[in-house]
Structure formats: structure tokens, C-alpha cells
């Protein structure tokens, strides 16, 4: 009981401490990129911003999966593909400030159509000349996306693996269509060469520093809405559907509704990421939509611990750190260290960090507060940490009202 | 037969399983109010019967009525659930990462839509109700703690009180007491005849000692059918539930 009560006070500092982390990054990071002098020892390098600026779109991707798979058991494996969505909404519009300063010159179109031989713009490059427009769609084509996925999913009682398969088979199918230079999304070569955004030089490192800034505050407001989603009734009744959902069928609630409103949510927050990260790399292209980036974000909320909140953005933060150091070190054998990795957390840290760190803590606590009593010659009045599940053939307590006799059923 | 003053109206129901007749032409009638227990074999199609009524299985033929006018057959389980017909599984199932308390408040009555529950505040009477209920199944020192930590027995306990949160006019029980001590089984009947005042009750049950405590008309299914009905003396005196469930 007292465990309980202490996990969730610990919890709740723990959210307000990384949103406060987040927020301080964002004005830190930048000034020490911008107002300090290069060759002072507090210098942050331009190239560690836009880094790091990827970093943060990528735990907010993470996060994005937390809400499903954490909290709903919903394994997505094609959560890469709205990150993409929202990313490629991000692109059209920074197409079209290139305006006329493409290679062609074409005030309309961008390159790659006057290359195609495209006598004037689809009509579904229209709007993107404006910010408001772009904006909405990166939240609109991810989030209708998995609202139409879900309706027929959800309805269909579709779940498990087959659901991880055929989400699978969402982002594979979007690969193959984006790859197609028909589609009007440039191909394989996607979209790329980006001149301004908002009117700012995107090159620029006032620019990148306000990207920066512009993740690392959205990835503190995601943190906050997830907080308040899972903490919601709404949010309990999203864990019961996990753990129980002919259950929550019983009582009269529609488990298909409540899924299809977390996975609608997640897939407009991996929209919003991808909408951050590609004006931070400079491209974006089919090779987003590849099966394997969905199934690394899953990695990443797996080393960092499902369920909690922190724990995917940590794990996004640690392994994609790690994949930056590793590909320059020894780059043939990536691969092979993140498939270790997995195997390793699965075997090692089924929680991940944060959870492993979680009953390590609550462990030492019972264990202190029963030293504690014990010298006081008192009970400890500590639950177990509630990991240890009592078996199920109890010793009758004070629970049953009368005859503690236990005796054999007839 | 007048389905008038029924809650529940079974006629002729027939659902098989890829060949394997698991109900045959069965007919059940509970009055409103009354409380029904039923016995019978594995495979007597008890569980099944269950499934059709609250909508999981749709029956091949057959007519379902639960009301005496809402015909079964054509809603689903959370419609069902709404109409107020609430289930307990045989095996136990809770929420067993949340608190025994965030258990009954997701099933005490009230809308099933997803905004409301998103800014859902307790009110003074939710909080009185779920009071009530901690009361009733006995487990109000235990109500910050997590389902998962209760016994079986508890667990048990838990489930037939979300079932009391949600109201139902109707509640199907079944096997309440497998896994418990006597102690345990004889309060569980006082419990469910204390449901039963009010509430209209089946009980699936094999434990015979259980079923006379409840001292109910008595339905012995096989097969699919209704092998024999009436008093458990008069049940179990039948010669073919001798023969095919009690044994000699």
C-alpha cells in the first residue's frame, strides 16, 4: 500500500523533473551555441545541436510508442511510417519556399518535377506553400491514417502479432508507394535541397538552435499530455484493456474505441516528430518508411523501459548516442550490437532502465524500512514490492469472516 | 411459453463449434428476481450458454430474450453489458495493475464513452458507492493495494463486486468459488444470496456443498440441454444426473 503511494509520488516527480530538464536544454543548449565563443570550453558545436535536435524527435517517436505498446499493448511495428507522414507534410512545405531558387528555376514547381516532365502541380501540392496548412496536415495525414487503420483493425479484433504484422505491412506497402516517382513525392530520392522555413535560412545556426529548442519544448509537452492521458480515467481504462479487455468488454466498454483514440493520439505525436526532424536532417525519403526503423523504435522504448513515460526517451536518447559512436567506430558490426542489445535487455532488463531502476529502488526501500522496524522491535509496516505476486493458494486470513479451519473441498 | 415476466428467455438455442454440437436445442427460463444455479459435466455447454447470452457467441437458431422484449442475438457484448447483464468469469479476471479501488470505479455504472472518461472526476456519490462495495466483498483495508497482490479467493470477491458497480439487472456467475476454502464458499453464498434479493442470479457451479447453501431451483445441462430441472433433492435424486454427473 505504502509502496504504492511511494512509486506514484516517485513517478510524478519523476515527469516533472524531465519536462524541467527538457525546458532548461532548450534555452541552454542554444545560448551556448549561439551567444558563446567558439573557442570557449562551453562551446557547443553546431553539428552536436542538430544531433541532439534528432535525438529528441526521435524519443518523441519513442514516446509516441510508449502510449500504445506501454500502456495499451499495442505493438505497432509501423510507427515509422506516420513519423514519415508527418515528416513528408514537413518536406512539401519546404519545397515549396525553394520557390524559384531551385536548380531548374521554376517558380512553381520543385526540381524533381520539372525533371519528371510534370506539366503543373498535383493537386495535392496545393496548400503547402503556407506554414498553417503544412502544420495541420502533419498532424492530419498521420492521425487519419491510423484512425481509418484502427477503425477496421480494432473492429476486426485484430491483435497480438497479427496486428504487429499487418502494421508492419502498412509501412512496407507505403515504402514501396513512395518509392514510385508517379506518386509525386520525388521517388527514392524524396525530398531535399531546402533553402528557408518560416523565411529563416534553415542552415543556419539560429535556425538549427530554434529547431533545437522547438523539439526539445514539444517533446516536454508530449511527456505532459501522455502524463495526463495515462493518468486519466481514460488512461486506467487503456491499462485494463492491456491486461484484461474481454474484461472491459463485460463492463460495457467499447476496447476497440479506446484503443483507436491511443493509437490515433500516438500516431499524431510521431507525425509531429517526424514534422521536427526533417527540417534538422535536410531530407526525407522513402527509406523512412523502411520496416527496420519502425522495429529500432522499438528497441528504444524497449532498453529504456515500456510503460514509464521516461524510460523510451531515455532508451531513444542511449541507443541512438550509441549508434552515432558505434558506426564511426566500428560501423560494419551496428547491426549485430543492436540485435545484442535487444537480446540482452530482454534476457537482463525485461522492464528496461527506468523499470529495472524502479523495483531495485523499491526493493532497497522495503528492505531499509525492514532494518529500520527491526531495530525498533516494531513491525514493518512495508508491502512487498509488488513484483512478488502472493500464490494463488492463500493461507486464509482476516479476510474470511469465520473458520479459519482451511478444509478439502468435497 | 409467455416471455412476459422473464429476464431471461432461451428457446430452442443451437450453436456449434466446427461440427460439435456445444448447445442442442436448449431451453431456459429465469423469472425476474429469481436466482438459478446450474450444474452439469465439462463440455455440458454451461460456459457456452453464458457466451450466447452476453453476446461473445452468436447462436445458429434459437430464440435469446433477456427483458422479456430485447432480442440477444442482435447486440454485443458492451451493448449487453449496458442493458445490465453483468459476468464473472470462471477464472478470476481483474485489473491487476490497478488498485483494488480503480478496479470497481471502472466498472461502476455510468457512460462508456471515451471524453468523459478522459476528464473524469470522482464525485461524492462514486466515491460513497465504491465505499459501499469495499464493504460488502470485505476487502476495504486492501483498497490502495494492487489487484494482482489478492489471493484467488479475493480475486474472486473483486470480480463479483465490479459486478455489483455495474448494476446489472441480470448477473452471471460463474464457478464463484472454485479455489476457495469452505469458510470462504459459505460466505460467498451468503454474499450471492444477498445479491440475489435484489438481482436476478445464475451461478455455475460443480461444488455441490455450495449449491445446496444457496438452496435455489437447480438446472443440470448435458450435452447441450437441460438434462433436468427443480429442487437439488429432486435433481439429484434423477436417475440420469446419477448417472452422468453425480456418479453412483
Not at chain 1, 38 to 46: E, G, K, L, Q
Not at chain 1, 141 to 159: I, K, N, Q
Not at chain 1, 353 to 375: K, T
Not at chain 2, 144 to 156: C, P, T, W
Request: glycine letters at 10%; charged letters at 20%.
Amino acid at each position: 500500500m505504502i509502496t504504492g503511494r511511494f512509486f506514484a509520488a516517485g513517478a510524478d516527480r519523476r515527469i516533472a523533473i524531465t519536462i524541467f530538464i527538457l525546458l532548461a536544454v532548450a534555452i541552454i543548449v542554444p545560448l551556448l551555441n549561439l551567444a558563446v565563443s567558439p573557442t570557449s570550453a562551453f562551446y557547443v558545436p553546431s553539428y552536436v545541436v542538430a544531433l541532439t535536435g534528432k535525438y529528441l524527435c526521435y524519443a518523441l517517436l519513442a514516446l509516441a510508442l510508449d502510449l500504445v505498446w506501454g500502456y495499451c499493448g499495442i505493438l505497432s511495428l509501423g510507427h515509422g511510417a506516420f513519423f514519415a507522414l508527418g515528416g513528408y507534410a514537413m518536406g512539401m512545405y519546404l519545397m515549396r519556399q525553394i520557390g524559384s531558387r531551385g536548380v531548374y528555376g521554376n517558380p512553381l514547381l520543385p526540381d524533381f518535377m520539372v525533371f519528371l516532365n510534370y506539366g503543373e502541380l498535383p493537386w495535392f501540392w496545393y496548400g503547402f506553400d503556407q506554414f498553417w496548412f503544412a502544420a495541420i496536415m502533419v498532424l492530419a495525414v498521420p492521425g487519419l491514417l491510423a484512425f481509418v487503420f484502427g477503425w477496421f483493425a480494432f473492429r476486426s479484433r485484430v491483435t497480438g502479432v497479427y496486428l504487429s504484422i499487418i502494421t508492419q505491412a502498412m509501412t512496407y506497402a507505403l515504402l514501396l508507394a513512395f518509392f514510385r516517382n508517379d506518386m509525386g513525392f520525388g521517388g527514392n530520392n524524396g525530398l531535399t535541397d531546402f533553402k528557408d522555413i518560416l523565411g529563416y535560412n534553415v542552415q543556419a545556426d539560429a535556425t538549427r538552435s530554434a529547431l533545437f529548442a522547438a523539439s526539445a519544448v514539444t517533446l516536454a509537452l508530449a511527456v505532459f499530455v501522455t502524463w495526463a492521458i495515462v493518468g486519466s480515467k481514460y488512461g486506467k481504462l487503456l491499462m485494463a484493456v492491456r491486461d484484461a479487455e474481454s474484461r472491459t468488454r463485460f463492463l460495457g466498454w467499447r476496447a476497440e474505441n479506446v484503443k483507436l483514440f491511443a493509437f490515433t493520439v500516438s500516431a499524431v505525436m510521431a507525425g509531429i516528430a517526424g514534422a521536427l526532424y526533417v527540417p534538422q536532417v535536410g531530407i526525407i525519403n522513402p527509406g523512412e518508411f523502411e520496416p527496420s526503423n519502425s522495429i529500432e523504435v522499438v528497441v528504444w522504448a524497449a532498453v529504456g523501459g515500456r510503460g514509464t513515460i521516461v524510460g523510451p526517451i531515455i532508451g531513444a536518447l542511449v541507443v541512438n548516442a550509441g549508434k552515432s559512436w558505434f558506426t564511426g567506430v566500428l560501423p560494419a558490426f551496428w547491426l549485430f550490437a543492436l540485435g545484442g542489445l535487444f537480446v540482452a535487455v530482454t534476457l537482463f532488463l525485461p522492464k528496461g532502465i527506468v523499470g529495472m531502476w524502479d523495483s531495485w529502488r523499491g526493493n532497497a526501500r522495503a528492505l531499509r524500512a525492514a532494518s529500520i522496524a527491526e531495530e525498533d522491535g516494531t513491525d514493518p509496516d512495508v508491502a512487498p514490492p509488488p513484483k512478488i505476486v502472493r500464490s494463488a493458494a492463500r493461507t486464509p486470513g482476516d479476510w474470511s469472516a469465520s473458520g479459519p479451519e482451511p478444509q478439502p473441498a468435497e | 411459453m409467455s416471455k412476459s415476466n422473464t429476464i431471461l428467455y432461451l428457446d430452442g438455442v443451437s450453436v456449434s463449434f466446427d461440427g460439435f454440437r456445444a448447445i442442442n436445442n436448449l431451453s431456459l427460463v429465469l423469472d425476474k428476481g429469481e436466482m438459478r444455479a446450474i450444474i452439469g459435466p465439462n463440455g455440458a455447454g454451461k460456459t457456452t450458454m453464458m457466451d450466447i447470452v452476453t453476446g461473445k457467441t452468436r447462436p445458429d437458431s434459437g430464440e435469446v430474450y433477456f427483458d422479456g422484449q430485447v432480442d440477444l442475438t442482435k447486440h454485443d457484448e458492451a451493448e449487453i453489458a449496458m442493458m445490465g447483464i453483468g459476468r464473472k468469469f470462471q477464472k478470476p479476471t481483474v485489473f491487476e495493475s490497478h488498485t483494488i479501488e480503480d478496479n470497481l470505479m471502472l466498472a461502476l455504472k455510468g457512460p462508456r464513452s471515451i471524453f468523459p472518461a478522459l476528464f473524469h472526476r470522482r464525485s461524492a456519490a462514486e466515491a460513497r458507492r465504491i465505499d459501499d462495495i469495499l464493504g460488502i466483498i470485505r476487502l476495504g483495508d486492501k483498497r490502495d493495494e494492487l489487484a494482482a497482490n489478492l489471493s484467488h479467493g479475493q480475486k474472486q470477491w473483486l470480480e463479483i463486486g465490479m459486478l455489483l458497480a455495474q448494476d446489472p439487472k441480470l448477473l452471471l456467475v460463474d464457478e464463484p468459488v472454485a479455489g476457495m476454502t469452505d469458510a470462504e464458499t459459505e460466505e460467498t453464498a451468503r454474499l450471492l444470496r444477498d445479491i440475489a434479493r435484489d438481482h436476478s442470479v445464475i451461478v455455475v457451479e460443480h461444488d455441490m456443498h455450495f449449491v445446496r447453501e444457496l438452496g435455489v431451483k437447480v438446472t443440470c445441462l448435458h450435452e447441450g440441454s437441460v438434462l433436468s430441472e427443480g429442487s437439488l433433492d429432486f435433481v439429484s435424486a434423477d436417475e440420469r444426473v446419477v448417472e452422468v454427473y453425480l456418479g453412483r
